[in-house]
């Protein structure tokens, strides 16, 4: 008899404990973003994809084709290919990919690009249905960006 009593008696105990620790919260100060209404500031060192930087005196990107980042880039989630018109004295991308599933936003393209053609974008909603909607044409968003 003592036994039970004593459980019922730890038992109410625990359940006052936890009413206590619950009413606490209650009166706090809500820390809930309301989502798409609302959005957090996004932090000064905020990393997103890849994308390319435009030249802003001839609206070219400045990337020289040099391959520097595909060779940088541990998880293999760039391609990289350009010509050379003529006349000109550097090359310039015809095709530039970035494949965001393999991406571990690891900075080694960004660091290994001399010319700084390259950095981290401040978007980070990327959403998509499928892993293609994550297979990015940085050349053809620098093109529809200057639009």
Known sequence: MRAQLRAIIVGFSSLLTGLRITLGQVFKPTVTVQYPHQSLQMAPRFRGHIELV???ETGKPLCMVCKA????CP????SVDGIKPEGE???FPTE????????????ACVEA???????F????????????????D????LEEQAQ
């Open 138 to 141: 940085l050349l053809k968003r």
């Open 69 to 72: 980042c595909q060779k940088a």
């Open 54 to 56: 435009r030249d802003e």
């Open 89 to 91: 004295k550097r090359k």
């Open 121 to 136: 974008s401040r978007e980070y909603n990327k959403v998509g249905a499928t892993a293609k909607d994550f297979h990015l």
């Open 75 to 78: 998880s293999d989630c760039i």
């Open 113 to 119: 690009c001399k010319t700084e053609a390259i950095r």
């Open 96 to 107: 530039f990919m970035l494949d965001f599933t393999k991406c571990s936003l690891c900075a």
